[in-house]
T-cell receptor, first 115, second 111 residues
Framework: SAVISQKPSRDICQRGTSLTIQCQVD?????MFWYRQQPGQSLTLIAT?????????ESGFVIDKFPISRPNLTFSTLTVSNMSPEDSSIYLC????????????FGQGTRLTVV | QQPVQSPQAVILREGEDAVINCSSS?????VHWYRQKHGEAPVFLMI?????EQKGHEKISASFNEKKQQSSLYLTASQLSYSGTYFC????????????FGTGTQLKVEL
C-alpha cells in the first residue's frame, strides 16, 4: 500500500488568487496523477505528473491554469491559478506503483471553495 | 469517453443483492472498481484484467467481458458498510496506470 499525505485538506479562496496543493507519498512512485472531482460527480484526470519532465495534461486542462511540479519521486504539487468559482471542487492526488495494472491509491483530497 | 455506469443510484435493504454495470465505448485493457464514502478518498476494491475473468472479494465480486467492453460488480448480502459511491476505473490505453473513471453509482443500504 501507499500512504499519501495531501494538504491542505480544505481552503476557501478569493477569486483571482492561486492555491498550491501538496501531495507527499511515503515511498517512491513512478507516476503521480491529479484528479478533480466536482460535487456529486466522478473523478476527472487533470494531468500526469512526471518526475524529471513536464506534466502531461488531459484535454481541457492547460499548464497555465494548473501548473504541476514533480521535483522527486515522492512529492508533487498542483497549483490552481487565477481561480474562479467554477474551480470549486475536490482535488485528489493519486499514485500507482511501478508495474502494470496495480491499484491506485488516493490522497484524502483538498476541498476548494472559491468565493 | 467516460464509461457509463448503471444504475445511477440504488437503495437496498440490508441483506439484498445488487449489480452495478460499467460500459465503455472503447476497448478496455483492465477495469478497476473503487468505493468512495462521502467526504473520503476512493478505496480500491479489485482489478480485472483482459481474459473475462471473475474475481471475488468477500461478498463482492466482479466480471469483465472484454468483447462487450463491459464490467459488472456484484454485491451479495449487502451490509450497511457497503453504502457509498462505486466507480469503475478503466484503462483505455494499455499502460495500466492512467484510469478513466465511470459516471458512478450511488448505493445506499438501509436496515
Amino acid at each position: 500500500s501507499a500512504v499519501i499525505s495531501q494538504k491542505p485538506s480544505r481552503d476557501i479562496c478569493q477569486r483571482g488568487t492561486s492555491l498550491t496543493i501538496q501531495c507527499q507519498v511515503d515511498s517512491q512512485v513512478t507516476m503521480m496523477f491529479w484528479y478533480r472531482q466536482q460535487p456529486g460527480q466522478s473523478l476527472t484526470l487533470i494531468a500526469t505528473a512526471n518526475q524529471g519532465s513536464e506534466a502531461t495534461y488531459e484535454s481541457g486542462f492547460v499548464i497555465d491554469k494548473f501548473p504541476i511540479s514533480r521535483p522527486n519521486l515522492t512529492f508533487s504539487t498542483l497549483t490552481v491559478s487565477n481561480m474562479s468559482p467554477e474551480d470549486s471542487s475536490i482535488y485528489l492526488c493519486s499514485v500507482v506503483r511501478a508495474g502494470m495494472n496495480t491499484e491506485a491509491f488516493f490522497g484524502q483530497g483538498t476541498r476548494l471553495t472559491v468565493v | 469517453q467516460q464509461p457509463v455506469q448503471s444504475p445511477q443510484a440504488v437503495i437496498l435493504r440490508e441483506g439484498e443483492d445488487a449489480v452495478i454495470n460499467c460500459s465503455s465505448s472503447k476497448a478496455l485493457y483492465s477495469v478497476h472498481w473503487y468505493r468512495q464514502k462521502h467526504g473520503e478518498a476512493p478505496v480500491f476494491l479489485m482489478i480485472l484484467l483482459k481474459g473475462g475473468e471473475q474475481k471475488g472479494h468477500e461478498k463482492i465480486s466482479a466480471s469483465f467481458n472484454e468483447k462487450k467492453q463491459q464490467s459488472s460488480l456484484y454485491l451479495t448480502a449487502s451490509q450497511l458498510s457497503y453504502s457509498g459511491t462505486y466507480f469503475c476505473g478503466t484503462d483505455l490505453t494499455g499502460g495500466g496506470n492512467k484510469l478513466t473513471f465511470g459516471t458512478g453509482t450511488q448505493l445506499k443500504v438501509e436496515l
